[in-house]
């Protein structure tokens, strides 16, 4: 089955704790990205990767860090988590082949930092 | 940068009817895809209709179907005859070009259908 998977779904922490969110795709896909859902601002970019190797900033980058040294697997990364950071996160994976670029969406991970 | 906005934060329809959520967004770009996501308290994300903005003809996808209204730079989902699993929220989104991955959301619509 084609699928995005992400752990954990639920994660508390506490402010400075290191965490990492994983996140992989079974259908070969070059990219891939993050969002964060907060209430009235819907869903917005951290960061994007086109490609192995390959990451950018999206629209709220800071505080976080990506890698993608595979191309199923995309972890983000709070060194330093803080509250503002409580949030629900999705990962996110579209493909260049066969005429298809929807996004296709994991579970989503909700994130509380106190 | 494009910006998209949901002006209606909250909806409500009766079983059976026909409701329309309005999106409007700006961007300078000639060539872009819309969607509109689907997200219901499950928190997943699911792809209820796209449009690319070279094609004039508005998508349909069985009950839904979207007036795409270019010059207007104006997007809006139409589900007809709604159902309660159609209660749900529900996001506009704009991607600049097919193979860029990156999708600007708008703030989204809590529906609700009433039985």
């Known amino acids: 089955e084609a699928q995005v998977t992400q752990n954990p779904r639920y994660l508390i922490t506490v402010t400075g704790k290191k965490l990492t969110v994983t996140c992989s795709q079974n259908?070969?896909?070059?990219?891939m990205s993050w969002y964060r859902q907060d209430p009235g601002l819907g869903l917005r970019q951290i960061y994007y990767?086109?490609?192995?190797?390959?990451?950018d900033k999206g629209d709220v980058p800071e505080g976080y860090k990506v890698s993608r040294k595979e191309k199923r697997n995309f972890p983000l990364i709070l060194e330093s988590p803080s509250p503002n950071q409580t949030s629900l996160y999705f990962c996110?994976?579209?493909?260049?082949?066969?005429?298809?670029?929807?996004?296709?969406f994991g579970p989503g991970t909700r994130l509380t930092v106190t | 940068a494009q910006t998209v906005t949901q002006s209606q934060p909250e909806m409500s329809v009766q079983e059976a009817e026909t409701v329309t959520l309005s999106c409007t967004y700006d961007?300078?770009?000639?060539?872009?895809?819309l969607f509109w996501y689907k997200q219901p308290p499950s928190r997943q994300m699911i792809l209820v209709i796209r449009?690319?903005?070279?094609?004039?003809q508005n998508a349909t996808e069985n009950r839904f179907s979207v007036n795409f209204q270019k010059a207007a730079k104006s997007f809006s989902l139409k589900i007809s005859d709604s159902q309660l699993g159609d209660t749900a929220m529900y996001f506009c989104?704009?991607?600049?070009?097919?193979?860029?991955?990156?999708?600007?959301f708008g703030e989204g619509t809590q529906l609700t259908v009433n039985p």
């Open positions: 961007t300078s770009e000639n060539n872009y895809y």
């Open positions: 259908m070969n896909h070059e990219y």
């Open positions: 449009q690319e903005a070279y094609k004039q």
């Open positions: 996110a994976s579209s493909g260049t082949s066969g005429g298809s670029y929807e996004q296709y």
């Open positions: 989104a704009f991607m600049k070009g097919a193979f860029f991955p990156r999708l600007t």
């Open positions: 990767s086109m490609n192995v190797e390959v990451t």
